[in-house]
């Protein structure tokens, strides 16, 4: 071998070999940091429906922060759910209605913004052709879900802004769910509703309604915003975040993650929503694309949300807590 082989030689394998060590030492120095920490256990909640697509993959990789953190991840049928899991201590992250998170804030819940998951997604159908505006719902029975939440609020705010009066002109019937209300539909017992993604959808196959009137357009244009309003929080609790900051913030960048995942890959991401008992498969596919899904910063929300909220606040002030959040909702990584 030449002098100047050898020399290079030497010099790899000594390049190698500080690497290997000086990569050895930064793993041990982690496990180390980590193992300085008592362990620490937490459940993420999801829910079922469109606004668990955002923890699919997060949920299917079974997603383990470090920093001596155990996660748990859990499903709830509703907000209401993860709400009394949330009071009882019992959960530590959770996906919400943005104003039902800034309600639990201001009413001294120690739970933060981490996130926007999901943007509106809400439509109004209706299988009479006269209607072109808000205006022309005078006189109807609309249904929808959710009293004393997101689509009752805005539905409110829309009509109000429209001449309406919610409790007067129109009649707003909540006895039953999405699914339910496409068979109302389609046997001719209801002709009007406000529905979110994918079942608007589903009622355009599955009925002769309509969607006729997009809320998130119309709340755009009086509000002057260039975004659809924030529909899903992702919130984390002050314990994880005064304890584990780094694993707080590792599992928001996850989400941000997990997010993109299924936003492109649908037909995979599908199989594994079914998979994890979000929803099937099939409307999944279809809901992905529709639904508003979006991974959002809470610093960067910021605006948005303090625009909705205000919103709310001024049409009720019950809907938010009664009074805007302060600056500690909103997580900073």
């Not at 999944?284 to 205000?310: H, R, S, Y």
Request: net charge negative; glycine share 8%; with cysteine.
């Amino acid at each position: 071998m030449t002098t100047g082989k050898f020399f290079l030689l030497t010099t790899v394998l000594l390049t190698v070999i500080c690497f290997g060590a000086f990569a050895g030492g930064t793993q041990e120095a982690a496990g180390q940091e980590a193992a300085g920490l008592p362990e620490m256990s937490i459940v993420i909640n999801a829910l079922k429906g469109p606004s668990g697509f955002a923890a699919a993959k997060m949920i299917a990789d079974d997603f383990q922060p470090g920093f001596n953190v155990s996660v748990e991840y859990t499903l709830a049928a509703s907000p209401l759910e993860a709400v009394t899991k949330m009071t009882s201590g019992e959960i530590d992250a959770a996906f919400l209605p943005v104003n039902t998170a800034a309600k639990l804030y201001t009413k001294g819940v120690d739970f933060r913004l981490a996130a926007v998951s999901g943007l509106g997604s809400l439509y109004l159908l209706t299988t009479d052709k006269s209607v072109k505006d808000w205006s022309d719902l005078k006189g109807k029975t609309i249904h929808l879900t959710g009293k004393g939440a997101t689509p009752d609020y805005l539905l409110r705010y829309l009509l109000i802004e429209n001449g309406l009066d919610p409790d007067k002109d129109v009649s707003l019937n909540f006895t039953a769910a999405p699914p339910q209300i496409i068979q109302l539909i389609a046997a001719g017992k209801a002709d009007t509703a406000f529905i979110p993604q994918p079942f608007a959808l589903l009622a355009e196959v599955k009925t002769d309604a309509q969607i006729v009137l997009d809320p998130q357009k119309s709340l755009m244009a009086l509000r002057g915003t260039g975004r659809p309003y924030p529909f899903t929080a992702f919130v984390i609790s002050e314990r994880l975040i005064n304890e584990r900051p780094e694993a707080a913030a590792a599992i928001v960048k996850a989400l941000g993650e997990s997010i993109h995942w299924v936003t492109v890959n649908p037909e995979e991401a599908s199989a594994v929503i079914e998979n994890i008992g979000i929803m099937g498969a099939a409307v999944a596919k279809l809901a992905i694309p529709l639904c508003g899904v979006e991974f959002i910063p809470a610093e960067d929300a910021k605006a948005d949300v303090e625009d909705f909220l205000q919103m709310l606040l001024e049409l009720d002030p019950v809907s938010v807590g009664g009074k805007l959040p302060d600056e500690g909702f909103y997580f900073k990584k």
